[in-house]
């Protein structure tokens, strides 16, 4: 009997822990483009914004989304410094900001929504993230696939704001 228990009691400790430390996973909190610059233009001390530029096809966005974009330090930094922008480059639904609508414009077999060209400064790969700074200006777009690490590099440049003392160079070399 009193190995029965034991064994129950170790089994549901694994269950606790597991169940426990799984339930604090935080998740990446997206917005829309206009939620965030909402928040961008009402809030007291506005966060910089950063974009994630997307298409449903490519393989590489998944695997960030996957790899990258649900590590637990990636999501804590991120949620702290920056409103989180998914933006589907290929997407349908019109956008209004700074009195223009940026639409979707038909193009070969697929075609490209407007504000992901004008972000991406009409070089369209995919994935490519993109920071802004708290009025919603573009600081630099980044393309493509980035590790966790590499990843947390680029966030800390914008999101600490070294790079208003350090150019990209400078702050990979340590100088």
């Given at each position: 009997m009193h190995a029965i228990f034991t064994s129950a009691a170790k089994?549901?400790?694994?269950?606790?822990?597991f169940?426990?430390?799984?339930?604090?996973?935080?998740?990446?909190?997206?917005?829309?483009?206009?939620?965030?610059?909402?928040l961008?233009?009402?809030e007291a001390l506005p966060k910089k914004t950063f974009v994630d530029v997307y298409t449903d096809w490519c393989g590489w966005c998944k695997k960030m989304d996957k790899?990258?974009?649900?590590?637990?330090?990636?999501?804590?930094?991120?949620?702290?410094?920056?409103?989180m922008v998914k933006l589907d480059a290929e997407g349908k639904d019109p956008i209004?900001?700074?009195?223009?609508?940026?639409?979707?414009?038909?193009?070969?077999?697929?075609?490209?929504?407007?504000?992901a060209a004008t972000l991406l400064r009409?070089?369209?790969?995919?994935?490519?993230?993109?920071f802004l700074d708290e009025?919603?200006?573009v600081l630099s777009p980044v393309p493509g696939y980035k590790k966790v690490g590499p990843f947390l590099q680029l966030a800390r440049y914008f999101g600490d704001?070294?790079?208003?003392?350090?150019?990209?160079?400078s702050y990979v070399s340590g100088k």
């Open positions: 089994i549901g400790l694994v269950l606790f822990f169940l426990g430390f799984r339930s604090h996973a935080q998740n990446v909190q997206w917005m829309t483009w206009q939620e965030a610059v909402t961008a233009q009402t790899d990258t974009f649900q590590n637990p330090e990636v999501v804590a930094y991120m949620q702290e410094h920056f409103y209004e900001f700074q009195g223009k609508t940026f639409t979707y414009v038909p193009s070969g077999r697929k075609g490209y929504h407007e504000l009409g070089e369209m790969s995919y994935p490519t993230v993109v009025e919603l200006n704001n070294i790079y208003k003392e350090k150019d990209w160079n």
